[in-house]
Nanobody, 123 residues
Framework: QVQPVESGGGLVQAGGSLRLSCATS????????IGWFRQGPGKEREFVAA????????YYADSVKGRFTISRDNVKNMAWLQMNSLKPEDTAIYYC????????????????WGQGTQVTVSS
């Protein structure tokens, strides 16, 4: 079992920045891909970013490329999502997830999910 726990959400003005953290407990962090997903008001949950277990490859949704950066530290068992140039459309609950299967952009490939952290971007 792996239990991700997110933190760092909050209220920010458009153009501002936030850094989300994902800490894991239980099974070792090493060996798990980490993905960030989000669900905005009235929307389906969507892929945001992911990083492979080794940190060697990263993936981003087109909507956040150039603005968001995902990273991880397998010694600290933590991952982060740095969000810059935030837009009102980024308002959502953000979830950290852990999975071990290869289709890293698909939410169905992740077995363990955090409780979510709210990000609100005002105009």
């Amino acid at each position: 079992q792996v239990q991700p726990v997110e933190s760092g959400g909050g209220l920010v003005q458009a153009g501002g920045s936030l850094r989300l953290s994902c800490a894991t407990s239980g099974r070792s962090f090493r060996g798990w891909n980490i993905g960030w997903f989000r669900q905005g008001p009235g929307k389906e949950r969507e892929f945001v970013a992911a990083i492979t277990w080794s940190g060697g490859s990263t993936y981003y949704a087109d909507s956040v490329k150039g603005r968001f950066t995902i990273s991880r530290d397998n010694v600290k068992n933590m991952a982060w999502l740095q969000m810059n140039s935030l837009k009102p459309e980024d308002t959502a609950i953000y979830y950290c997830a852990a999975g071990g299967r290869p289709r890293i952009r698909l939410e169905g490939e992740y077995d363990y999910w955090g409780q979510g952290t709210q990000v609100t971007v005002s105009s």
